[in-house]
């Protein structure tokens, strides 16, 4: 295919051809970062918790005072327990995508001077660590001597299991297993490991603090109470959230149920990605329109020229051009043009990426994005082209010998 | 020659409907992405204040005596010790004082189970600085929150639910143990956003839509919430553990927020300087290390300092008008083809006469139509859009709707759209010599 006449046509219609390849240069910068918003929501959505989601649920319960606490907690277990199909029930502070409750900045030393960043604690009773079914991949569980009753936040020497992610972060490369943090008064001994422990809402402090928690065995009682871990087969679940609420009004007639936040956890977790899920229906709306839009564009200029070029065609068919020929010139010419447009667009991608990273803490742009959307945009272009250039191929070389 | 030329775009129009209606998709499509985000960004980034919130001011000390944080801002709110202080001198027109609690709610006498629920507690000036609007009764006054009167305003909502929207001044109402009489019911008010009570946006990571909330179902005089509700309060921050959980009177945590009314720019530099001997007075009292480290932002700077508008609602303004870009390339071409194509009828109208700007104003006329009917297309499509962004979980969906301003602006945008895109080919066109077209003919 010789691709200098194509070249001395567009110098003619040069406008058209810039509009065009502009058209393209911005539904590549776009497309790319698009796309590229896109991964980011659904790397989030796919944050591990560390827990059996499908076989556990949270009630949670509020307007009593702490010194009810314990008669509270004594109702709802039994009450909780008295539904079929429910396996365990404990008391919990909060799970992975239940709302933040203890959450604090904790210090490697007792004076506090080398901070260790701010962490999420989990709070259990007895049975929680076995409900939540997290997975250990150092040290022991909590054994029952090590749940304490609270005072006020936590007790003075607690044992903790952490995350495997905090145990990276706080002693890198060292054994984590017996190893102390501090968080004001309150001393915290690591006697295990789990491989993964999502914080209560994960991503709301950046996604590398995601996996910054531990949990504290304690004993439920006046500080901890109103917040109840439920474990059934993942079938039971859906029913047990249903029927809590009157169960509850039964037992403990005077609290009040927290519709808000009791729920089973697969539904906490679907609900809390509810904002990153619109965000990336409206990015996928935005491709799709974008997509279409620029081809009509194409369809809409390609028909124009191959109308305002009948008689040249006519005389390149007479002259011996076969159809495939002058579907190929099309072709080409359409090629030659997104190309051009796809150029222009890599910078315009870049600087756009630029502007989100700036202002909106979205990383940078992988460079693999840059050829994938070339692709796809050459594909875009050759097919909507291709009615318009078969519409030309078509054209009878007798055309030549009329005038308009 | 306006109308003929009206007459004249609709021939051509009706000429190639194919072409006319991949331009007027392309401009509708485009106006209604574009303004269905700013229709949801002027929601957003308003005034929650009209006329008023430039006599609204936000004063800040820096609290936290230790070296825990950077101290390169205060922090968003004050202990209860520097409040009180500030609040207590009623040295500007109007202060109010605010904190917010969760406690349990009953109507003695209604069938209701209990609820949970938002209390505000504030002081008397809360109503008239805010100009809070009443459909019954009224609020407080400073002698009740002197004596710790046990009385309550309610929202529309929560009258509507306990009282089926009655008058229900003077009914009883039980604070989690307390009993108070209700002396005002507000009407429907949904400052957007619930200015008086945002605070650490810096610290959201961009998700502010929580600020769009509504306003708190309770509100009490600040002492007597305080009395009422004592044991649930929570800080904001802390720079020590608190003795006493939720109860903070006394505790090293900022918990409370102060708001000021300055009439006039005299009164305003002069309460910065009181906000600025007060900071020194304290650190000279040992109480504070960053004396130096005060503002006091203007409602308007403080919304803006917590960076209100969520950084999703931004970035969705931003592909949206990337978009309506991609939009008008299109139409320009488009439109190019299409007056080019008709290059033998516009040489004959300039041999027979017609002027370049003839010529010119002519396309531009046919270019306005064909935005016009796209902004029709593109109100449609922004009606559309504002009821998927109300069926969003957001706390703001509730007031997407289209305003006037909008609907005006709309079309207008879409006019101007393609008035912009039609100017290029329009002026191609108008440059066609007509003796080179009558030659092909």
């Known amino acids: 295919m010789q691709i200098r006449p194509i070249l001395a046509a567009l110098r003619h219609h040069r406008l058209a051809t810039l509009l065009i ?45 702490d010194t009810q606490g314990p008669d509270v907690n004594a109702r709802i277990i039994a009450g909780l327990h008295g539904i079929a199909g429910v396996q365990s029930v404990s008391v919990i502070n909060t799970v992975p995508f239940g709302q933040q409750v203890d959450s604090a900045g904790i210090n490697k030393d007792r004076a506090g001077q080398i901070q260790g960043g701010q962490i999420d604690f989990y709070q259990g009773g007895p049975g929680t660590v076995q409900a939540l079914g997290m997975k250990l991949v150092e040290g022991v569980w909590p054994q029952a001597a090590d749940y304490l009753p609270l005072h006020d936040y936590f007790a003075d020497d607690s044992s903790t299991v952490i995350s495997k992610a905090l145990a990276a972060h706080l002693w890198p490369g060292a054994d984590p297993l017996g190893k102390e943090f501090w968080c004001d008064r309150f001393h915290f001994r690591v006697i295990g490991v789990v491989d993964h422990l999502a914080i209560a809402q994960p991503g709301s402090r950046g996604t590398n603090t995601a996996e910054w928690s531990a949990f504290v065995p304690t004993m439920p009682g006046r500080f901890l109470n109103g917040t109840y871990l439920v474990r059934a087969d993942p079938s039971d679940i859906p029913r047990i959230v249903r029927d809590a609420p009157a169960v509850i009004a039964k037992v403990a007639p005077d609290v009040v149920f927290d519709h808000a936040n009791s729920n089973t956890v697969s539904d906490l977790r679907h609900n809390y990605f509810e904002r990153d899920r619109a965000m990336v229906g409206m990015l996928l709306g935005v491709i799709l329109a974008l997509m279409l839009v620029t081809a009509l564009g194409i369809v809409g200029l390609a028909s124009f020229w191959v109308q305002q070029r009948r008689r040249q065609i006519g005389i390149r068919r007479a002259v011996g051009a076969t159809r495939g020929d002058i579907l190929r010139y099309f072709l080409t010419e359409n090629f030659l043009i997104v190309t051009g447009g796809i150029l222009l667009g890599i910078v315009f991608a870049l600087a756009l990426n630029l502007v989100l990273v700036t202002q909106y803490e979205v990383p940078r742009l992988p460079l693999y994005y840059l050829p994938v959307a070339a692709v796809v945009l050459w594909t875009l272009g050759q097919l909507a082209v291709l009615a318009p250039a078969l519409r030309a191929a078509a054209v009878p070389p007798v055309v030549a010998t009329r005038t308009v | 020659m306006f109308g003929y030329y009206i007459d004249l775009a609709m021939r051509s129009l009706k000429h190639n409907k194919m072409l006319t209606a991949l331009m007027v998709l392309a401009i509708a499509v485009g106006i209604g992405a574009s303004m269905t985000t700013l229709t949801v960004m002027h929601l957003l980034s308003g005034d929650p204040m009209p006329g008023k919130s430039a006599t609204l001011f936000y004063p800040q000390v820096d609290t936290d005596p230790t070296n825990e944080s950077n101290h390169a801002q205060p922090p968003d709110v004050m202990d209860y010790r520097s409040a009180m202080d500030l609040w207590s001198s009623r ?231 990337a978009f309506l870009a991609i939009c008008l390339f299109n139409t320009v071409g488009l439109l190019l083809a299409k007056f080019l194509r008709r290059s033998g009828e516009i040489g004959v109208r300039r041999a027979l006469g017609a002027t370049r700007g003839a010529v010119f104003a002519q396309c531009l006329v046919e270019a306005g139509l064909i935005g016009v009917l796209g902004g029709v297309g593109g109100w449609l499509l922004t009606m559309i859009g504002l009821w998927v962004v109300r069926r969003q979980p957001a706390a703001y969906a509730d007031m997407a709707h289209l305003d006037l301003t909008m609907l005006l602006t709309t079309f207008l945008l879409a006019l101007v759209v393609s008035l912009i895109a039609g100017a290029l080919p329009a002026l191609r066109a108008s440059r066609i010599p007509p003796a080179l077209q009558l030659k092909t003919l």
């Open chain 2, 91 to 321: 040295r500007a027109d109007r202060q109010a004082l605010i904190v917010d609690s969760q406690l349990k709610v009953r109507a003695p006498g209604v069938d209701l189970p209990p609820l949970m629920e938002t209390m505000l507690s504030t002081t008397a000036d809360f109503f008239p600085m805010f100009d809070v609007p009443f459909q019954y009764g009224g609020g407080w006054s400073a002698e009740d929150d002197a004596r710790h009167a046990r009385v309550a305003v309610i929202s529309a909502d929560l009258n509507d639910k306990l009282f089926a929207g009655q008058n229900s001044v003077g009914r009883t109402l039980r604070l989690r143990d307390s009993d108070v009489r209700i002396i005002g019911v507000l009407k429907p008010w949904r400052p957007s956003p619930l200015f008086y009570a945002v605070a650490g946006g810096r610290f959201s990571g961009g998700d502010t839509s929580s600020f769009y909330g509504k306003p708190e179902d309770v509100m009490a005089p600040f002492f007597s919430g305080l009395e009422i509700n004592d044991g649930h309060f929570y800080q904001f921050n802390c720079w020590g553990i608190p003795t006493t959980p939720g109860h903070l009177e006394a505790a090293p945590c900022n918990w409370v927020q102060l708001w000021v009314q300055l009439g006039d720019a005299g009164k305003v530099a002069s309460y910065r300087r009181f906000v600025d001997d007060y900071a020194a007075q304290q650190k000279a009292l040992g109480r504070f290390t960053h004396a130096d480290n005060t503002r006091m932002r203007g409602l308007m700077q403080w919304l803006d300092f917590n960076g209100v508008v969520p950084s999703d609602v931004r970035l969705q303004t931003w592909l949206a008008f």
């Open chain 1, 21 to 65: 390849a502009l058209e393209i240069a911005l539904a590549c910068a776009v497309l790319c970062n698009a796309c590229f918003l896109i991964a980011n929501r659904i790397g989030n959505m796919r944050i591990v918790s560390g827990v059996d989601e499908n076989s556990l649920a949270l009630v949670v319960v509020t307007g009593f005072e």
